[in-house]
């Protein structure tokens, strides 16, 4: 249906990708530091700091350097992490469909808990339903997610029990119990952002003149807010979980530190502290691919469930 | 007094006896780990979180004692050194194997200790720099050297001295050493206590008992007691805690100082302080001129020893370690061997402080910045504290917290005046850190520039002295000189703090830091 859209969306993006490498690229190498005295650490002598460098490749211009990495890209190299001596792309895979899982649960708990609760402070407007829903996740915006992290961690998982303290479980089920509070984490930080814009969507939609003629045509308020009104509710959520789908990942690196899981935003962190150059590049990359391909999907959806939104 | 002798020798020996019954066999134990190992070969690995596991998989000649002082027999049953020092002969146990069941041999250990001597491979090489020649024969092995070197026995019960199966490394996929060990490590065969069984990295680790380990337990039985060890990467502190107290982990390491009183008063935790070598001390910038040109107040001897007497060591350690500290009294800690306890260190003295200050170029005081590693609770606690104490003197405190690599970066620029910095031993003898702080033609003294030409002299004749009160001799005046001289502020050691449930026994953190799992068990 939109496969010549997709297609050109697809090619658009390529230089988008060689821009964000060259940047990369450029940005880990400004950074002060290089990686053999991160990683050898205080005592290396400079003769084997050098040593290390030059085996690594890090004595050759930059030009050279980039050309190296571009033209390994192409066959689908990454190049082999520095601290850890593994090829990249098997990092990355090892660890992508974690971040990935969590992200997705993260992503349906904040839109199961934010749609129904930002519909009911729409509708109950004004009214004290709506000033403490607004209220608890105007609170649980400002509270850092390492906090809210914590507090899950110590309340449902030591004191109570209920849930396991880190880690993230063997198969489907094992997943969805071990990595509920952190999900349950980043769903309530999302959720606190969907709430304030889809209240206010709905009180627009609430207020506009198709949902007035429904309602002088005598549908009942539930058909008008199922069939009117939620379908442009979804409209903003969709737009806007793809918007945020950046800071998602971005709370996962958190998340995935506290909860002890192993995933790629703290492989992320691990590489940046240890200047692992191979690592940043392979990682910003694989983030520039998902957001792109989520944004894609995001417009797709949106296209879908609004007939407005042109495809062009 | 003789009879009291007998009695106590006679409980001594039924406490031992009834530990050794109490010693169970089998069981897994799981231990929470702040960060993941890096990469488990000897030779080429690069940092403690693979130095302080790699003796659970590769087993040394000698070893070092648990006690930081010296070092035991190992692989081989016994050494001897000829009385030119020139020459070393080591004898291996017999029916030495490695975990996968074949033979352990002389040819084994000439190759893996050429292999960890090449000056190309690794970092560590210089620890074995004194063999000029390796020669096995049947179940010995004779290390030639170009001079004696009291450090060798010590050298050689250090990790990167470990014996590796020849024909298992040579026969992983590779062109060459480097690319044969990135294959190896991933499997790694050795003779240690365990061996790897499975590493998902960054998340978890299984090391299994190797069936063929020379070293018996108190039952008479081969080691190690446990069935296997798992690791779990656990990098936030807290949530150690907590896993540890939900009971998911029987041990954690790497406990919060500020946490070590609540949990030594938790029923089923055993919080332990093993001693360590961990000496944690500011470092200063001694040279003349800093890197923009200007003049250096540090480069001043009268400075430096004022703002060693106007910290107060003590309220630090109440500050800052939470009490688990002990005063610093050497460069090196007391856990080190030849540390010297005569050593008056620098006790806290304001007057003698104040009274340095008017008599150095800078009278009126001075702005002094100093490097921190952010997010370093520690680092923040301690500063804030010494800018008070330091205020008394006259000399305002700046801080510049920096993410560890720029840290590094700066000063390996000598682009610095003064930086927080811990130093741990990787061998149990005195001569790594001296050479690293003391010696000017190694990294600048950690780059704080501090050269002098006696502890030189001093140092290069320890280093060939087979007497050892004559070696003792020369590590005491070199302590004293340096001390003199105060080219860092001398603050405090500090323990490893580890969390064990109660029913873990066995278990040491060596003062190297090693965590030493071979004679663990779970108690049922």
Redesign the interface.
């Known amino acids: 249906m939109h496969a010549n859209y997709v297609i050109k969306r697809l090619l658009q993006i390529i230089p988008t990708f060689l821009a964000v490498m060259l940047v990369v690229f450029l940005l880990v190498r400004l ?4 990686p053999a ?10 003769e ?2 050098e ?1 290390t460098n030059r ?1 690594l490749g890090l004595d050759k211009p930059l030009p050279v350097q980039f050309g190296i990495f571009v033209g390994n890209l192409l066959q689908g190299n990454l190049g ?1 992490s520095i ?4 090829p990249v792309l098997r ?1 990355i895979l ?2 992508l469909p974690t971040t990935l899982f969590l992200t997705a649960y993260a992503a349906v708990l904040g839109v199961l808990m934010a749609v129904p609760l930002a519909v009911l402070a729409a509708v109950r407007r004004n009214t004290w339903v709506d000033a403490l829903i607004r209220g608890v996740f105007q609170v649980g915006l400002s509270l850092p997610v390492f906090y809210v992290a ?1 507090q899950l ?2 309340l449902l ?2 004191r109570l ?1 209920w849930f ?5 479980g063997e198969g489907f089920t094992g997943h969805l119990y071990h990595l509920f509070l952190p999900a349950l984490t980043l769903g309530l930080n999302l959720a606190a952002i969907l709430v304030r814009t889809l209240r206010n969507s709905v009180i627009e939609v609430l207020g506009a003149e198709y949902v007035e003629f429904a309602r002088a045509k005598g549908l009942r308020g539930r058909v008008i807010l199922g069939r009117h009104v939620l379908r442009n509710a979804l409209i903003a959520t969709v737009t806007l979980l793809g918007l945020n789908i950046g800071a998602l990942i971005g709370g996962a690196v958190i998340t995935e ?4 899981i ?1 995933g790629v935003g ?2 992320m962190v ?1 590489a940046i ?3 692992d150059y191979p690592v940043i590049q392979g990682l910003t990359l694989t983030f520039a691919v998902i957001v792109s391909v989520v944004f894609l999907i995001t417009d797709l959806i949106h296209a879908r469930l609004d007939p407005r939104a042109e495809l062009s | 007094m003789k009879s009291l002798t007998r009695s106590a020798l006679v409980l001594a020996a039924a406490l031992a006896a009834g530990q050794a019954l109490a010693a169970t066999r089998g069981g897994q134990l799981v231990y929470g780990r702040y960060a993941d190992s890096l990469f488990l070969d000897p030779v080429l690995n690069d940092a403690n979180l693979d130095i302080w596991i790699l003796t659970n998989l590769y087993d040394t000649l000698l070893q070092p004692t648990t006690d930081g002082k010296g070092v035991q027999a190992g692989l081989a049953s016994s050494y001897t050194t000829a009385k030119d020092g020139k020459s070393m002969v080591l004898t291996l146990r017999p029916g030495l194997k490695f975990a996968d069941g074949s033979a352990l041999t002389a040819a084994d250990v000439k190759w893996s200790l050429d292999r960890a001597r090449n000056p190309e491979a690794g970092a560590w090489n210089s620890s074995l720099a004194s063999i000029s020649s390796i020669v096995a024969s049947g179940n010995k092995v004779t290390l030639n050297l170009k001079q004696p070197d009291p450090t060798l026995p010590a050298a050689l019960a250090t990790f990167n001295a470990a014996i590796m199966p020849q024909k298992l490394f040579t026969a992983a996929p590779g062109k060459n050493d480097a690319e044969k060990a990135k294959a190896f490590a991933e499997k790694p065969v050795g003779s240690g206590p365990f061996v790897l069984s499975e590493w998902k990295r960054g998340s978890y680790m299984v090391m299994k008992r190797n069936p063929y380990y020379w070293k018996k337990g108190d039952d008479g039985k081969a080691l190690p007691y446990l069935d296997s060890v798992r690791f779990e990467i656990i990098p936030d502190d807290n949530t150690r805690i907590l896993k540890l107290q939900a009971g998911e982990l029987q041990g954690a390491e790497f406990i919060p100082l500020s946490r070590v009183a609540e949990l030594k008063k938790a029923p089923n935790i055993n919080m332990t302080l093993f001693p360590s070598t961990k000496v944690n001390s500011i470092l200063m910038n001694n040279r003349p001129k800093l890197n923009d040109g200007t003049v250096n107040p540090l480069s001043d001897v009268n400075v430096r020893q004022a703002l060693n007497y106007a910290a107060n060591k003590d309220a630090l350690i109440q500050v800052v370690t939470y009490g688990t500290g002990k005063l610093m009294k050497s460069y090196m800690s007391s856990t080190t061997p030849l540390f010297d306890a005569k050593q008056p260190g620098f006790p806290y003295d304001l007057a003698k402080a104040k009274a340095l200050m008017a008599a150095s170029k800078f009278k009126d005081g001075f702005e002094v910045t100093v490097l921190a590693t952010s997010g370093s609770a520690d680092d923040l606690a301690l500063l804030t504290a010494l800018q008070q104490m330091w205020g008394a003197i006259g000399v305002k405190l700046k801080i510049e917290q920096l993410d560890a690599a720029t840290k590094t970066a700066r000063y390996r620029a000598n682009d610095f005046q003064m930086r927080t910095a811990a130093w741990t031993n990787d061998i149990n003898d005195p001569s790594q850190i001296t050479s690293y702080y003391t010696l000017f033609d190694n990294i600048e003294s950690v780059h704080t520039g501090f050269k002098s030409a006696e502890i030189d002299k001093l140092f290069a004749q320890s280093q060939q002295e087979l007497n050892p009160a004559k070696r003792a001799a020369q590590y005491q005046q070199i302590q004293s000189i340096y001390l003199k001289a105060a080219p860092i502020v001398y603050l405090y050691e500090t323990p490893y703090p580890v969390a064990l449930s109660n029913k873990v026994k066995g278990f040491v953190q060596i003062p190297l830091g090693n965590n030493i799992f071979a004679g663990a068990y779970l108690d049922k």
């Open positions: 950074l002060p530091g290089d005295s991160a990683i050898l650490g205080d005592r290396a002598t400079e084997v700091v040593r085996a082999d601290s850890l001596k593994v990092l090892e660890r914590l961690l110590t998982g030591a029990g396991p303290i880190g880690g993230y530190t506290v909860f002890a192993p703290r492989l691990d502290f240890g200047r």
